[in-house]
């Protein structure tokens, strides 16, 4: 079992590179992008303007690109998954890139969302950052957005816990208490550690990263 690290103050990441945008083509000189909202980008995709699988997503008002995975994403993915699935408690359900709204101008799909009720209470909506008690995101060429921007809004939308999943560093970071724009706590497991999975305050289980990690 791991002691981590942990700190009391606000955190935004561990990592020097945390205010690279999301977007990587600011706008020209003089002009103001138009802002989307979430219930404008949910008539876009009503009204058929994106293709089914087009890799895009609502973030910021603004419509971005879906990153490319690698093999040692997708691998830790797979692995992941396979260890929280047969975790989930009753009264609770994962989803994996899924969306969820975030505040009244994005929708990101994390990689692991743990999401209170059953699938059938959102039929007609879509989980909020009220419904989420734990969001899980794995980065490698991602890494820099992920630990900064990223987590920022999910401490901003008061997402309970953010998990890192930082494959460049070989550990799991973990956010908790969001304050502000940052987090109170956080703690880093390493390969030889265990982490707990807790969702309001209790232990559903726990991962043990070097069983995850590629």
């Not at 008002?61 to 093999?71: C, F, S, Y």
Request: aromatic share 8%.
């Amino acid at each position: 079992m791991a002691t981590g690290n942990m700190q009391a103050t606000e955190i935004l990441a561990p990592h020097e590179a945390d205010d690279v945008p999301v977007s990587s083509s600011p706008p020209a000189p003089g002009f103001r992008p138009h802002r989307i909202t979430v219930d404008r980008y949910h008539q876009m995709i009503a009204a058929n303007i994106f293709g089914e699988n087009e890799p895009i997503f609502l973030w910021k008002g603004q419509l971005v690109d879906k990153m490319t995975k690698g093999h040692r994403h997708t691998n830790t993915h797979t692995a992941l998954a396979e260890v929280l699935f047969p975790l989930v408690p009753a009264g609770w359900h994962l989803r994996q890139e899924q969306p969820a709204v975030l505040g009244d101008d994005s929708e990101p799909e994390p990689d692991f969302i743990f999401v209170r009720g059953r699938v059938r209470d959102y039929e007609g909506r879509i989980p909020s950052s009220q419904d989420v008690a734990l969001v899980i995101e794995i980065a490698d060429s991602s890494l820099s957005v992920d630990s900064g921007e990223v987590l920022r809004k999910y401490a901003e939308e008061k997402i309970p816990c953010y998990w890192l999943v930082n494959i460049l560093d070989q550990r799991f970071e973990v956010y908790s208490q969001p304050k502000g724009s940052g987090y109170a706590e956080f703690r880093h497991y390493g390969v030889d550690d265990s982490l707990p999975v807790i969702l309001d305050g209790r232990e559903i289980g726990r991962v043990n990263v070097r069983d995850v990690l590629f």
